[in-house]
């Protein structure tokens, strides 16, 4: 049987924010998709994902290329990329954040992609992202802030799906 996607919610920013939520997750799926186009105001090329207001439990891995230099690292929260200030100013960062199983009382999987361009210059930025929630809450809201202490600017959208 074939996947299927049912949105959930969505949203496009019309003026400057840190963050945002989707609060209010309905439990009847299966699985979590999350797409996003971002552009972030500060240098820091970095979106962070956070479930049900917590601030603790969480840690990832990312594998990274950034002009043909890959490496890789972890860290507390769940991150992927997004274009940055010194990006050309119309480009946005693609991100596909994946959470298998998110109503069960166990610890939450995610998996991510993300890719930011920057069109005037080679800088590219590739993210692979595995990270873990160490909670077994049932995931009822989803943050996305932008890194680096700056904002989301307009245009940058947010689509929540429900799989089944």
Not at 23 to 45: F, M, V
Request: hydrophobic letters at 35%; glycine letters at 6%.
């Amino acid at each position: 049987m074939a996947l299927q996607l049912f949105e959930i919610a969505d949203f496009t920013v019309s003026n400057p924010v840190t963050s945002v939520t989707f609060s209010g997750i309905p439990q009847g799926y299966s699985d979590l998709k999350l797409l996003t186009s971002t552009r972030n105001s500060s240098t820091t090329p970095e979106e962070v994902l956070t479930f049900n207001g917590s601030s603790t439990g969480f840690s990832d891995i990312v594998l990274y290329s950034y002009n043909g230099i890959v490496g890789s690292n972890n860290s507390t929260p769940i991150r992927a990329t997004s274009n940055m200030s010194t990006q050309t100013a119309t480009s946005f960062s693609h991100t596909e954040y994946y959470v298998p199983n998110y109503a069960l009382t166990a610890h939450k999987t995610v998996v991510s992609d993300s890719t930011s361009v920057n069109n005037s210059s080679s800088n590219c930025f590739v993210y692979i992202t595995a990270g873990l929630w160490a909670n077994t809450s049932a995931i009822t809201s989803v943050t996305v802030t932008a890194g680096g202490s700056g904002f989301f600017v307009a245009n940058s959208t947010f689509r929540l799906y429900g799989v089944l």
